[in-house]
């Protein structure tokens, strides 16, 4: 299935090119199988970091990028999208820097 992804820059070097990208993903991907695709690709920078991932204006997972520490990891990316409005964008914010 093809889902948007996007993030916010962690930085101004960070601004430089869209951070929004068209993935391909399984149709059976959950948040965990989620996350860990996106740091074999360097989609999220490594810093320190704790991030959000909203879908449909609420908040899905937790993830920090150092400890890989992550919520709801089982939560299967296509039941979001057939439980709400069946759009594909994903949207990645900084919750916060932690050094």
Same mark, same amino acid.
């Given at each position: 299935? +093809?889902?948007? =992804?996007?993030?916010?820059?962690?930085?101004?070097?960070?601004?430089? !090119?869209?951070?929004? =990208?068209? #993935?391909?993903?399984?149709?059976?991907? @959950? =948040?965990?199988? %989620?996350?860990? %695709? #996106? $740091? +074999?690709?360097?989609? !999220?920078?490594?810093?320190?970091?704790?991030? #959000?991932? &909203?879908?449909?204006?609420? @908040?899905?997972?937790?993830?920090? *990028?150092?400890?890989?520490?992550? *919520? /709801?990891? /089982? =939560?299967?990316?296509?039941? !979001?999208?057939? $439980?709400?409005?069946?759009?594909?964008? %994903?949207?990645?914010?900084?919750?916060? &820097? !932690?050094?």
């Amino acid at each position: 299935m +093809k889902i948007r =992804v996007d993030r916010e820059s962690i930085c101004m070097g960070d601004d430089v !090119l869209p951070h929004m =990208v068209e #993935l391909e993903v399984s149709e059976d991907m @959950t =948040v965990e199988e %989620f996350c860990s %695709f #996106l $740091q +074999k690709d360097r989609y !999220l920078p490594s810093l320190d970091t704790e991030w #959000l991932l &909203r879908y449909g204006g609420q @908040t899905v997972t937790s993830y920090h *990028t150092e400890t890989k520490e992550l *919520t /709801n990891p /089982n =939560v299967s990316l296509t039941e !979001l999208i057939h $439980q709400s409005s069946g759009d594909n964008e %994903f949207v990645w914010i900084i919750k916060r &820097r !932690l050094h």
